[in-house]
């Protein structure tokens, strides 16, 4: 958990983000968090933690799990503000760490508990799908594809149609070859067209 002088006060990650037609860039805020600007961090978690959650358990399944990481997450952003250097969109930034420690601890439980199944028999526990997901038969579609994606699979779908990320951003966060995220996101997309076939529903947004 976080240390009380490491980071201001921040709340659960179900906190809610309020729009603000002039609320700062989160370059902006990185910059300001750079400086010890606690009262941007704040804003800046209160902006992404639900997301990053999300990713997260989606990784580990395992919500308290998800809880410890994304509080690492953001203590790392509040360390490394100032080594944002504006290559990527932050979000991206954001998510490539964000991975980065949700698989570290996933090693960690597999170390310490032997005999974890393996990472692609998971059952994947996260919540429904955020309501940018347009239309409520889309969401079913995708819950239903997560569930039965290998884990390399599910990430790159979460990654392009829950985080809207492009392939470069895609292979950058997984630090992987765009090639390779274009084929998993193939095979991926087949999967999706069928259980859209089999369901009726048309199929013109994959």
Request: charge should be neutral; glycine fraction near 4%; include cysteine.
């Amino acid at each position: 958990m976080l240390a009380d002088h490491a980071l201001p006060e921040v709340s659960g990650t179900k906190a809610r983000r309020v729009p603000n037609p002039k609320a700062p860039t989160d370059a902006g805020l990185l910059a300001r968090m750079a400086e010890g600007d606690r009262l941007a961090m704040q804003v800046f978690f209160r902006r992404h933690n639900v997301r990053v959650f999300r990713f997260v358990l989606r990784i580990l399944s395992d919500h308290s799990l998800a809880e410890d990481v994304v509080s690492e997450v953001f203590l790392d952003v509040w360390r490394q503000a100032g080594r944002f250097e504006g290559r990527s969109a932050v979000s991206t930034w954001l998510l490539a760490i964000a991975r980065h420690k949700a698989y570290a601890a996933l090693r960690r439980r597999r170390a310490d508990s032997a005999g974890d199944e393996a990472m692609e028999d998971m059952e994947d526990l996260s919540d429904t799908p955020d309501a940018s997901f347009e239309k409520e038969a889309r969401g079913e579609i995708l819950r239903r594809c997560l569930t039965d994606l290998t884990p390399q699979h599910r990430e790159i779908i979460d990654l392009v149609y829950y985080h809207e990320k492009s392939v470069a951003e895609v292979a950058q966060i997984c630090d992987i070859p765009e090639n390779t995220v274009k084929t998993r996101l193939f095979y991926a997309r087949k999967r999706l067209a069928t259980i859209a076939r089999d369901a009726g529903i048309d199929r013109d947004w994959l």
